[in-house]
């Protein structure tokens, strides 16, 4: 046995010295897509951006298996100016970005209205693509679409959570073990080609993607877009064309890195083999509870990352969109639910006393009355919620008093050196308040308007929760949160990032071929990213690195157009200024 192991071992290390180095480039043929049946819908024109959903028919391969026919499609949001070109070959440039976590394609509608309108600033017509996940096809948009046709939120909240029929059916339920087996085939894999499949489809000119195209990532998209770079689409390590680095111009991560190997793994033979061997061999593991549903496909009843929760939050942002100040009927209209309880209350609670006692019982958030518009910001707000993957700088609390949060930290904690930039990941840097009078009806105060709110400031809040309720309450074709998340996709990342090079990620066939590229790295200002993940792994010697100021995390890509302080948008405006400098370069 001992010689087998040895053999197995030695074959793994000497297939990891072939990762370090990239092909030399060879007179290959050029890449051709397999994607066909072109639709594109328009969606919304308005502010001299036009916005359309371009899906292409691409279909699964996974006999046995049943699932909406809309799962046989790929798609994106496209973003352009009014008056700018049909072809998108003939655009300027083409920003290409994949969503951070569980995020649909439309989170990003501000910061790509925001980059395009930015751009045209410059004398340039780019567009700007969110791809949607594949996972997408399976979003719950029924209840939505309803709602935005009467103009009712609860006509959404009752078919979800109530008996409420539309077109004479009730609410199916959530979707929960076998049927989401198709999850199984979105995974990493099924992410990049669907991406590679757009961009050929679309830019069907190689030289024009060379040219023109340039990848992006908020988030986890970052993550993604570094694997994307490096990876070998014909299984051909000989030939590059159709390698994801040749399909871009440049890279650009925002609040995040694009990396197939962060920590170097593949520079070292003896590392990457062993790296390969025992991060490959756990991930099989992993692979067989996903595919037998011992192991969940989704988060699904998980607390505060579970189904039900984003499904809450997309309602919460449908309700602040349809009747912004009308009192809150949300949570009358939903039943009491252990595991949405669970969320509530830890996203809500301000100390652990209350948490612990409140963690059996109905969440403290239920006892006191908002508007549709203070709910939405109390469950998403930097100075609200309980947690930074949420929080955005939405504006502040108004309408009755408030009392500082403790839970699960202070605010002031994460002024602590050093270890204040990891307690950061918990709840975010600034100081959070609950509501203290349950006879008031609290309100909320937007972005523009907190210069007299002592908790916080002007130059830090930045998002308009009004264009937040509208992107939130979208419906048709995919919503702000994928719906159904696949895990399959984390595991994935996962034994990438963790060496493995086995299986389908054996097309993962160099390292580090993004930072050939033109760079582009913007971290948000107060975000834990830059002090946590971009200290230990720093962005490209070549980069241009750029800060935005007093942006959370999901800032990044939801800021408003203009800021406090009268200018444009930074993350839209440095994105653009980035493709600016790459269409000179040309």
Same mark, same amino acid.
């Given at each position: 046995m001992?010689h087998?192991?040895r053999?197995a071992?030695i074959?793994?290390v000497a297939a990891a010295?072939?990762?370090g180095t990239?092909?030399v480039a060879?007179?290959?043929?050029a890449?051709?897509t397999?994607?066909?049946d072109?639709q594109?819908t328009l969606?919304?024109?308005?502010?001299?951006?036009e916005v359309?959903?371009v899906? =292409?028919a691409?279909p #699964?391969?996974v006999p046995g298996?049943a699932?909406p026919?809309s799962?046989?499609?790929?798609?994106y949001?496209?973003y352009?100016?009014?008056d700018g070109?049909e072809?998108s070959?003939?655009a300027?440039a083409?920003v290409v970005?994949?969503?951070?976590?569980g995020?649909?394609?439309?989170?990003?509608e501000?910061?790509?209205r925001n980059?395009?309108?930015?751009?045209l600033?410059q004398g340039n017509?780019?567009?700007?693509?969110?791809?949607?996940?594949r996972?997408?096809c399976? %979003?719950e948009?029924? @209840?939505f679409d309803?709602?935005?046709r009467?103009?009712n939120?609860l006509d959404?909240?009752?078919?979800?959570?109530?008996?409420?029929?539309? +077109?004479?059916?009730g609410?199916p339920?959530?979707?929960t073990?076998?049927n989401l087996?198709?999850l %199984?085939? /979105?995974g990493?894999?099924?992410?990049?080609?669907d991406?590679?499949?757009? /961009?050929l489809h679309?830019?069907?000119?190689q030289k024009?993607?060379?040219?023109?195209?340039i990848?992006?990532?908020?988030? #986890?998209?970052?993550? /993604?877009?570094g694997?994307?770079?490096d990876w070998? !689409?014909?299984?051909?390590p000989a030939?590059?064309?159709?390698?994801g680095y040749?399909q871009c111009?440049s890279?650009a991560a925002?609040d995040?890195?694009i990396?197939?190997?962060?920590a170097? $793994?593949q520079n070292?033979?003896v590392l990457a083999?062993l790296?390969?061997l025992?991060?490959?061999?756990?991930a099989a593991?992993? %692979?067989?509870?996903?595919s037998n549903?011992?192991?969940?496909?989704t988060?699904?009843?998980?607390?505060?990352?579970?189904?039900?929760?984003f499904l809450?939050?997309?309602?919460?942002?449908?309700a602040?969109?349809?009747?912004?100040d009308?009192e809150?009927?949300?949570?009358q209209?939903i039943? $009491?639910?252990a595991?949405?309880e669970?969320s509530?209350n !830890?996203l809500?609670?301000?100390?652990?006393?209350?948490f612990?006692?409140d963690i059996v019982g109905?969440?403290?958030?239920?006892d006191?009355?908002f508007t549709?518009?203070?709910? #939405? @910001?109390m469950l998403?707000?930097?100075?609200?919620?309980?947690?930074s #993957?949420?929080?955005?700088?939405?504006g502040? $609390?108004?309408?009755?008093?408030v009392e500082e949060?403790t839970f699960?930290?202070?605010g002031?904690?994460t002024?602590?050196?050093? =270890?204040g930039s !990891?307690?950061e990941l918990?709840a975010?840097?600034?100081?959070?308040?609950a509501?203290?009078?349950?006879n008031?009806?609290?309100t909320?105060?937007?972005?523009?308007d907190v210069?007299?709110?002592p908790?916080t400031s002007? +130059?830090?809040?930045?998002?308009?929760?009004?264009? =937040?309720?509208e992107v939130?309450?979208?419906?048709?074709?995919?919503g702000y949160?994928?719906?159904y !998340?696949p895990l399959?996709?984390l595991?994935? =990342?996962?034994?990438?990032y @963790?060496?493995?090079?086995?299986?389908?990620?054996?097309?993962?066939?160099?390292a @580090?071929m993004s930072?050939?590229?033109?760079?582009?790295?913007v971290?948000a200002? %107060?975000?834990p990213?830059?002090?946590s993940?971009?200290?230990?792994f720093?962005?490209?010697?070549l980069?241009?690195e750029?800060?935005l100021?007093?942006?959370?995390h999901a800032d990044t890509i939801?800021?408003?157009?203009?800021?406090? +302080?009268?200018?444009?948008?930074?993350?839209?405006h440095?994105?653009a200024e980035f493709?600016?400098?790459?269409?000179d370069?040309?």
């Open positions: 001992s087998l192991i053999a071992t074959s793994v010295l072939a990762l990239a092909p060879q007179a290959d043929p890449p051709a397999t994607a066909f072109r594109e969606v919304r024109s308005s502010g001299g951006i359309s959903y899906s =292409l691409l #699964l391969s298996v699932y026919a799962c046989d499609r790929v798609g949001w496209r352009r100016p009014a070109a072809n070959s003939d300027d083409v970005q994949q969503q951070g976590l995020a649909g394609a439309v989170h990003s501000p910061v790509a980059t395009v309108l930015s751009a600033n017509h780019i567009e700007f693509w969110s791809l949607a996940r996972a997408s399976l %979003d948009t029924v @209840g309803e709602a935005l009467t103009g939120y959404a909240v009752d078919y979800y959570f109530g008996d409420k029929q539309i +077109d004479g059916r609410f339920g959530l979707r073990g076998e087996r198709v %199984d085939a /979105m990493l894999p099924r992410v990049v080609r991406q590679y499949e757009v /961009m679309e830019l069907p000119d024009v993607r060379q040219s023109k195209a990848c992006t990532g908020i988030s #986890l998209g970052g993550l /993604m877009t694997l994307f770079s070998d !689409f014909d299984g051909n030939t590059t064309a159709d390698a040749n111009q890279f925002q995040s890195m990396s197939s190997d962060p170097a $793994l070292t033979p083999g790296t390969n025992v991060t490959g061999s756990a593991v992993l %692979d067989a509870g996903l549903g011992v192991i969940p496909r988060f699904g009843e998980a607390p505060v990352l579970g189904t039900k929760t809450l939050l997309r309602l919460a942002g449908l602040a969109h349809l009747d912004p009308g809150s009927q949300l949570l209209h039943p $009491l639910d595991g949405l669970l509530l !830890f809500f609670a301000r100390s652990a006393v209350e612990a006692s109905p969440a403290g958030i239920r006191y009355r549709n518009e203070a709910m #939405l @910001g998403l707000d930097n100075n609200s919620v309980n947690f #993957l949420f929080q955005m700088s939405l502040a $609390l108004g309408g009755g008093p949060k699960p930290i202070s002031s904690a002024q602590v050196p050093i =270890l !990891f307690l918990a975010g840097k600034q100081t959070r308040v509501p203290t009078d349950p008031a009806l609290y909320w105060r937007d972005y523009r210069r007299d709110v908790y002007p +130059d830090h809040e930045v998002t308009d929760i009004t264009k =937040l309720a939130l309450s979208t419906g048709s074709p995919n949160w994928e719906t !998340f399959e996709l595991k994935d =990342l996962g034994g990438a @963790g060496g493995s090079r086995m299986g389908e990620l054996s097309h993962l066939a160099t @580090g930072r050939t590229k033109p760079n582009l790295v971290f200002g %107060d975000s990213v830059r002090k993940a971009g200290t230990f720093p962005a490209p010697s980069a241009v750029r800060l100021p007093g942006y959370t939801g800021a408003a157009e203009i800021q406090n +302080d009268g200018k444009r948008d930074y993350s839209g440095y994105l493709v600016s400098r790459q269409i370069a040309n």
